[in-house]
């Protein structure tokens, strides 16, 4: 710190340039975890994102809604590194992300479900979260350090164990994955996504084809990873009815432009997402 100086109760500090950029960043980190700045994204003619900007709050559960070719898909392939902007900017966790490659953007821990490699479908469903898990791993160099990755490899497992009881998928930990229905796959894409470091874990549809008891549960179990894990995740939905209690905070897309913005409440009562839904 350069100095400080006291103007009655307040304290002025004086920073150095990049304490500053240190201290803007420890806010970036604080408070919201991605960021887009007027991002646009043009398929030959069509603009299919046009200057959106948005912000998704660390540890919440938010929701992007809209009818089909609005854009959602567009915006997260862009957000984690799929597609590259042709406008604007995307900031991850206090960097700059925009145009970085998708495996750059995983190993800072936003996880696209699809970007892992899919589970092993004859694998059982706890070598499957086992395989994704960052670990140093065996190898004949480490040989003489058999008691320690022993000692790892049974943490793995531990740690392992307790990731399916978050997303309800303790009771299946030996089952071989093709056994498992199309929402448990989901739920195990999930598993994989913590397993791998997630911190925020960008959805499609995970309770697409899913009876509504089920996804209910599969809402449920989200809205507690962000609870207890401060994980953020981040929704495409459709089925809108079952999935907007469980939001924080939505987003309504329609051509490529963000309509409309706010708790599921405000959102649901204003009447250009009502046109749009409805007209
Ligand atoms: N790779 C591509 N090449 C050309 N056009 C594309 C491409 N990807 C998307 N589009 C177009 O961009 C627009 C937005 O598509 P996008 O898939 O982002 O919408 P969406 O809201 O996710 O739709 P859905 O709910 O049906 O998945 C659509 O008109 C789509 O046809």
Redesign the pocket.
Known sequence: MKCSCELGDTTILILEPEQYVGALKMDARRSTILQTENLTKR??G?T?LNRVSIKVERGSLTMIM?P????????INVCSGILKPDEGRVLFDGEDITGAPPHEIYKLGFIRTFQIPMPFLKLNVLENVLVAMKNSGESPLKAPLRPLWMKEEEENVKRAMEILGRVGLSDSWDKESFKLGGGQLKMLEVARALAAGAKLIALDEPIGGVDPAYANEILGYLSDLRKNLGITLLL?E?RIDLALPFADYVYV?DR?VVISQGTPEEVSNDPKVLEVYLG
């Open positions: 398929f030959g069509l299919a809209g089909n070719g609005s854009g959602k898909t567009t915006l495409i459709h897309m490529g």
